[in-house]
């Protein structure tokens, strides 16, 4: 079994420590969800994942990676 | 705390409070078929009938029309409540049924008061319990991820 981690808090501060309100609202989700997946308590749908990313105007492996086992993607 | 959550933290709130209003009446007069006698007492029952769901409705379900208010997560947690509801309303009926069975057996029926009551305790308890549900579904989430 594989665990998503991401970097949303990281690259908060790196694109001028933009809040998590103002990502919620870029991301169109609520900041008590950007909260979660910044403690790594929620993952996110595909969508929203790629919504995230797109605020920050990055590809998706750079927010979100997949640590799983290496024969999960054979 | 997310604005469905505070949402449904009132809707239990209120919702309880009519309830235990509901009970008190109920305890000082006595039994069952002052329901019958008093209407009074019917018009108070009515008020709860319609004042939970009603809470309910404006406080957590209209809330989850509101796109800046719920999204995803939300809403997965209000999916999940479902069940909860579901467990508390399958209860409520057995509870209803063991009871009335066993106080009532002798007589071979019971007073068709309880009918408004069991469909007034299930309304009550499926509104109450899916709010809940839905608190003890962001403290999971919280906790657990």
Not at chain 2, 109 to 132: D, K, M, R, T
Request: aromatic share 8%; net charge positive.
């Amino acid at each position: 079994m594989g665990r998503i981690k991401n970097r949303i808090r990281r690259l908060r501060f790196d694109h001028d420590e933009m809040t998590q309100e103002e990502l919620a609202s870029r991301a169109g989700c609520t900041r008590q969800t950007i909260i979660a997946l910044e403690q790594g308590k929620y993952v996110p749908s595909i969508e929203l994942a790629f919504r995230i990313a797109r605020a920050f105007g990055v590809p998706l492996e750079e927010v979100f990676q997949y640590e799983g086992n290496q024969e999960a993607n054979g | 705390m997310a604005p469905l959550q505070k949402r449904a933290l009132y809707s239990l709130v209120i919702g309880l409070v009519l309830t235990i209003a509901l009970i008190a009446v109920l305890a000082a007069q006595g039994d069952v078929t002052a329901f019958d006698r008093d209407p009074n007492l019917r018009l108070i029952m009515y008020a709860v009938l319609i004042g939970v769901p009603l809470s309910y409705l404006i406080l957590v379900n209209l809330s989850l029309r509101k796109p800046t208010q719920v999204d995803e997560r939300d809403r997965v947690i209000v999916e999940r409540s479902v069940r909860t509801q579901w467990l508390a309303v399958i209860f409520s009926l057995v509870a209803w049924t063991i009871a009335l069975t066993e106080i009532y057996r002798d007589q071979g029926q019971v007073p068709i008061a309880f009918l408004n009551l069991i469909f007034v305790s299930v309304l009550i308890i499926s509104a109450l319990s899916q709010s809940l549900g839905i608190l003890l579904g962001y403290w999971r989430m919280n906790r657990n991820g």
